[in-house]
């Protein structure tokens, strides 16, 4: 599936349209779809953004990273999320890291102070209540 003329219309380079980096004229960072429609090119700065699975990816990295490519050496973009590489049995797993259940004993530790600061403030207090009755 192409992008359609109206998605066209709207896109534009990120780097030609923000901040420090944004471009002069009304209309700054037009795209143009190349290498049968997998690659947007942007006029003004020459920045190349792939098109991944039917979605463009604008991201200003991804445009730099190609900008010196020539059109007709930029290679098929490839998928938009790159799957793992499933392990054989022959690799081994640490098998080492303990999983407990229950709470952390962090937790504890946290608990254990907040009632300390409690009682401590409660016998501050009592002994302000105490001083002002004498």
């Not at 901040?19 to 020459?46: A, F, H, I, N």
């Not at 229950?102 to 102070?113: S, Y």
Request: glycine content about 8%; some cysteine; proline content about 10%.
């Amino acid at each position: 599936m192409a992008i359609s003329s109206e998605l066209m219309e709207i896109l534009r380079c990120p780097y030609c349209v923000s901040g420090k980096t944004r471009q002069p004229g009304d209309d700054p960072g037009r795209l143009e779809l190349v290498k049968d429609d997998t690659w947007l090119v942007c006029v003004d700065s020459g920045h190349k953004y792939p098109i991944r699975e039917d979605v463009p990816v604008m991201l200003i990295e991804e445009g730099e990273k190609w900008k010196e490519t020539p059109v007709e050496e930029l290679p098929e973009p490839g998928n938009l999320v790159e799957s793992s590489p499933t392990p054989t049995p022959s690799e081994s797993y640490d098998t080492t890291v303990s999983h407990r259940s229950g709470p952390d004993p962090l937790i504890f530790v946290a608990i254990g102070g907040v009632v300390v600061l409690l009682l401590i403030l409660f016998f501050i207090l009592r002994g302000k209540h105490a001083t002002v009755e004498e």
